[in-house]
């Protein structure tokens, strides 16, 4: 099978679906969508995904899959080992809410589309857009901390890695990415570094994709 | 079992996960939380969800569900009947793709706490604060439209009602309530009005809540 995903470096939510794929052992090359130069924007792109963001997986001829959580969703069906989700119905509702806690709460309020409009409808300054930034970035690391601060470990759901790992992580990276104190927020922080002590994490990082900057 | 769903009237998240339980034939009585007066953030509700936000579901003594779709999934993984994910794997990825374009995409960006900010953070006034939601709210719908206009309905995944059809629908109902024009979205529209001639759309609408404005 050929299999292509359509990301970006500095896409966090890219970063999702590489780790999963590796997670699971899945082969895939990357197509870059520049982002900060608005290719995500372009008519070939917008065929691919109307919604002009980055993640898109394309399998063979199939039709593209889009949103990181549904692809993440849909490897686990058809690749179910290794799993990212517990196995009781509770503990998945538990994991997955943890997850939407970044991909729904967090990160669609930090996007390069919602950056654009503070930039050119809003008309913010550049303090006032990293303020935005850091305030959600920081709400979600919060609500995050007050959940797993009791947690066993070494990840969210306990001895294995799922998609709240793979959520909290991204965030956390994309917090570091922004230079963000995370001092307040030691569990979330000692989670996401036993995951990208993982291979398949570090691999995934964005500074290790085509086009990031070289040097950490 | 005892089941309480803490919501509020305006909420398109709890109308998500009443329509759910309402589809699945659940019972459950509701706790009206006010965001309009911050009751979310009142300490004894902040220890039922972190986030402070709306939906959370209590089953007996079990800890509190959050976040809508994974309510959701959970509701499907228990109470598989009547399904609200098709069955194959790819549909699958379809039908969460398209919820989450609303879930995670769209609705996020207009909550009470963005709102909030908004208005006591970057104090926009009233017209730039409507122009944000209408943006937003648009942006998916067109993103929808333009996946849906060649589906064969009534529904999003065909003939039968999904989590993209309730994810829709709520969408559709927000749209409704700031008055935004919708003629471009002929085919959202018509999705919508075929779920909300359901019962179990009808009795979860937000005008129909405890608290709702009397008049339509």
Redesign the interface.
């Given at each position: 099978m050929t299999r292509t995903l359509y990301g970006f470096w500095r896409s966090l939510a890219a970063f999702r679906v590489r780790a999963a794929m590796n997670l699971k052992g899945l082969d895939y090359r990357e197509v870059s969508i520049d982002l900060f130069n608005g290719e995500q924007d372009l008519p070939a792109f917008r065929a691919i995904n109307?919604?002009g963001?980055v993640p898109a997986l394309v399998e063979d001829d199939?039709?593209p899959?889009?949103?990181s959580?549904?692809?993440i969703?849909?490897l686990e069906?058809?690749h179910p080992a290794p799993p990212l989700l517990p196995a009781s119905?509770?503990a998945?509702?538990?994991c997955?809410?943890l997850?939407?806690?970044v991909?729904?709460?967090?990160?669609?309020?930090v996007t390069p589309?919602?950056r654009n409009?503070l930039d050119h409808?809003?008309k913010?300054d550049e303090p006032?857009k990293m303020?935005?930034i850091e305030?959600w970035s920081r709400?979600?690391l919060?609500?995050l901390e007050?959940?797993l601060v009791d947690a066993p470990g070494p990840y969210c759901m306990g001895p294995s890695v799922t998609v709240a790992d793979i959520c909290l992580t991204t965030h956390v990276v994309g917090a570091r990415l922004f230079k963000f104190d995370l001092a307040e927020f030691p569990t979330c922080v000692r989670i996401a570094d036993a995951c990208l002590a993982l291979e398949a994490f570090a691999r995934a990082h964005p500074l290790e994709q085509v086009g990031a900057p070289a040097a950490r």
């Open positions: 109307p919604m963001a199939h039709p899959l889009t949103q959580l549904a692809i969703e849909y069906e058809v119905p509770r998945r509702a538990h997955r809410a997850a939407l806690t991909a729904a709460d967090a990160h669609p309020l589309r919602v409009y409808v809003l913010v006032t303020a935005w305030h709400t979600a919060r609500a007050r959940q």
